[in-house]
């Protein structure tokens, strides 16, 4: 079966500090790739998506993801917190299954910022 | 913009009660998703539709069951509920048949808890 790996349940930075959140999946073929975010009580917002145009990504709120194939990565990275980056994020691939691309979520990481 | 509203917001059932989550979206998606979200299990998928009027099995279905009552509505049954379905309920829509590179859209979540 195929699978998505979120390295951490918790990652704790000071805010300023460099943010790195790890993905790996597990595929025979290219699959899409998603990042998302969840702030408390609400649902999730993309935060940025693999197009296969680039391997780095630019995404939303100063967040980037680079996809490397040979490592089956898709890692998340903030060159500096901030206190409002403090959420729950979800790596998701989308895998074949009978004709259509099911999307499959990481157990996710939560990133705490420290003042 | 209301993009996808799921109700009821919160909800407290007793052991073999059943009821029905509600899930609309508009913004014309031909796809739509249930997940169940856990305390360090991610989001898992309870069934989807990849288009309007056909339903498949996710990774968690037992104990539920759904209606794709039109492109723009997507219910959640439980028939009887049980303690261990006691989650979060995320309703979700994609723009593309399947979820070929289109990322998810998501409602804010129903809070279940059965006694």
């Known amino acids: 079966a195929q699978s998505v790996t979120q390295l951490g349940s918790h990652v704790s930075v000071s805010e300023g500090a460099l943010v790195l959140l790890r993905c790996n999946y597990s595929?025979?073929?290219?699959?899409?790739l998603f990042w998302y975010v969840q702030y408390p009580n609400q649902g999730l917002q993309l935060l940025l998506k693999?197009?296969?145009?680039?391997?780095l990504v630019k995404g939303i709120n100063g967040f980037e993801a680079e996809f490397k194939k040979s490592e089956t990565s898709f890692h998340l990275t903030k060159p500096s917190a901030h206190m409002s980056d403090a959420a729950e994020y979800f790596c998701?691939?989308?895998?074949?299954?009978?004709?259509?691309?099911?999307?499959?979520f990481g157990r996710g990481t939560s990133l705490i910022v420290h003042p | 913009n209301a993009g996808v509203t799921q109700t009821p917001k919160f909800q407290v059932l007793k052991t073999g009660q059943s009821m029905t989550l509600q899930c609309a979206q508009d913004?014309?998606?031909?796809?739509m998703y249930w997940y169940r979200q856990d305390p360090g299990m991610g989001l898992r998928l309870i069934y989807y539709?990849?288009?309007?009027?056909?339903?498949d099995k996710g990774e968690v279905p037992n104990g539920y069951n759904v209606s794709r009552l039109n492109k723009r509505e997507f219910s959640l049954r439980l028939e009887s509920a049980a303690p261990s379905q006691t989650s979060v309920y995320f309703c979700?829509?994609?723009?593309?048949?399947?979820?070929?590179?289109?990322?998810?859209?998501f409602g804010n979540g129903t809070r279940l808890t059965v006694t």
């Open positions: 595929s025979s073929v290219p699959p899409y």
């Open positions: 979700a829509s994609s723009e593309a048949r399947g979820a070929y590179n289109s990322p998810l859209h």
């Open positions: 913004m014309n998606h031909n796809s």
């Open positions: 998701a691939v989308s895998f074949l299954s009978g004709g259509s691309y099911i999307p499959t």
């Open positions: 693999y197009t296969s145009a680039a391997t």
């Open positions: 539709s990849a288009s309007e009027g056909t339903t």
